[in-house]
């Protein structure tokens, strides 16, 4: 079974910074793209990032470009994303989120985990 | 900027079909956009019903379809049930990496 555990999540203040991890199993995960999407709350969702099988790809919304890094260690079955330089409007539940086979939509999702960064 | 574009609520009576759309606000939405769908209730995560334009994901029941009508990708949902009332998403390819989602719809089941 995919399962896909998002952690790191807190207040933090703006300027400030935060690491995002999220834990993969039950799959292969050196096989599939991996995305992350936020959710502000009460809004839609928004593709934030997503990275190759191999992180040699890697891409970005334009709003957290130069801000949000996004990382894998395939060793570790495990994804990451650097926020820094945080702001009010980064304020939302992050999803960590495993494409399907060959392409690097969205298709299976962890739960999440909130960022909050204070006005 | 092209915006992907869906409309903001519709309504569905239990038992009944309903299609919800996902456009783009400049040009149309071709199987090449890799339309994908999305199901959310409140507090919940989001659960993949659809992707790339009609593939149904893992446990989805075949009520949920997906399609290309005119220049949008549609979702269809027949046999509506109670159950179905939600937010629905789309997402787009839009080259170079990017995805973008829609603002989604909040479908009623009355």
């Known amino acids: 079974e995919v399962q896909l555990v998002e952690s790191g999540g807190g207040l933090v203040q703006p300027g400030g910074s935060l690491r995002l991890s999220c834990a993969a199993s039950?799959?292969?995960?050196?096989?599939?793209?991996m995305n992350w999407v936020r959710q502000a709350p009460g809004k839609g969702l928004e593709w934030v990032a997503n990275i190759k099988r191999d992180g040699s790809s890697k891409y970005y919304v334009d709003s957290v470009k130069g801000r949000f890094t996004i990382s894998r260690d395939n060793a570790k079955n495990s994804l990451y994303l650097q926020m820094n330089s945080l702001r009010a409007e980064d304020t939302a539940v992050y999803y960590c989120a495993r494409g399907p086979e060959v392409y690097s939509m969205p298709v299976y999702w962890g739960q999440g985990t909130l960022v909050t960064v204070p006005s | 900027q092209t915006v992907v574009t869906q409309e903001p609520s519709f309504s569905v009576s239990p038992g009944g079909t309903v299609t919800l759309t996902c456009g783009l606000s400049s040009g149309s939405v071709s199987t090449g956009y890799y339309p994908s769908w999305y199901q959310q209730t409140p507090g919940q995560a989001p659960r993949t019903l659809i992707y790339t334009t009609n593939t149904r994901s893992s446990g989805v029941p075949d009520r949920f379809s997906g399609s290309i009508l005119g220049n949008k990708a549609a979702l269809t949902i027949t046999g509506a049930q109670a159950d179905d009332e939600s937010d629905y998403y789309c997402v787009l390819y839009m080259g170079s990496g990017i995805w973008v989602f829609g603002g989604g719809t909040k479908l009623t089941v009355l």
């Open positions: 039950g799959f292969t995960f050196s096989d599939y793209w």
